[in-house]
Antibody, heavy 116, light 105 residues
Framework: EVQLVESGGGLVQPGSSLKLSCVAS????????MNWIRQAPKKGLEWIAL????????YYADSVKGRFTISRDNSKNTLYLEMNSLRSEDTAMYYC?????????WGQGVMVTVSS | DTVLTQSPALAVSPGERVTISCRAS??????MHWYQQKPGQQPKLLIY???NLESGVPARFSGSGSGTDFTLTIDPVEANDTATYFC????????FGGGTKLELK
């Protein structure tokens, strides 16, 4: 059974940093592109970053480019999102998801709240 | 960015047929995908490539369309289909529609 488990969220102040993790199991993690997708409270979905299976390519939404970094460790079956210079508008549930063109498996999400 | 527009809400009775539409601001060919999200849960892939049913998804769900106009159909609707449905395009950087909240009468 495919499982994606996110962690690392919490309440942080504007301007601070946070690093999210997503541990994968039940499939060959090193074969799959992986994404971070977020959803602000009562809002729609926003794709924010993609990393290829071998980390050869990384893509970001304009809203996070230069502030967020996606990475992965295939030896640990783990995806990361390093978030710097956090803003109130980054407050959202953050999901990791498999896929390159569409997202076939999603984690349960981790909440990030940016507030003073 | 490609903007996807969905009607915000629909209400139907169990057993009826419902169509949920998604219009793209530019052609996305058939690179349109559909998700179901129930309250408090993560989204679930239903349809990929405009019309391909994801494994394990009931055949009551179907998708159609190409270019700028796409449709997700549920026939017949069941009580547990109450959810918000999102379209997503992958012609360029992925974007999602605002979601259509489906309620049952």
């Amino acid at each position: 059974e495919v499982q994606l488990v996110e962690s690392g969220g919490g309440l942080v102040q504007p301007g601070s940093s946070l690093k999210l993790s997503c541990v994968a199991s039940g499939f060959t993690f090193s074969n799959y592109g992986m994404n971070w997708i977020r959803q602000a409270p009562k809002k729609g979905l926003e794709w924010i970053a993609l990393i290829y299976y071998d980390s050869s390519n990384k893509y970001y939404a304009d809203s996070v480019k230069g502030r967020f970094t996606i990475s992965r460790d295939n030896s640990k079956n783990t995806l990361y999102l390093e978030m710097n210079s956090l803003r109130s508008e980054d407050t959202a549930m953050y999901y990791c998801a498999t896929g390159v063109y569409y997202f076939d498996y999603w984690g349960q999400g981790v909440m990030v709240t940016v507030s003073s | 960015d490609t903007v996807l527009t969905q009607s915000p809400a629909l209400a139907v009775s169990p057993g009826e047929r419902v169509t949920i539409s998604c219009r793209a601001s530019e052609s996305v060919s058939t690179r349109m995908h559909w998700y179901q999200q129930k309250p408090g849960q993560q989204p679930k892939l239903l349809i990929y490539g405009a019309s391909n049913l994801e494994s394990g998804v009931p055949a009551r769900f179907s998708g159609s369309g190409s270019g700028t106009d796409f449709t997700l159909t549920i026939d017949p609707v069941e009580a547990n289909d109450t959810a918000t449905y999102f379209c997503q395009q992958s012609w360029n950087d992925p974007t999602f529609g605002g979601g259509t909240k489906l309620e049952l009468k």
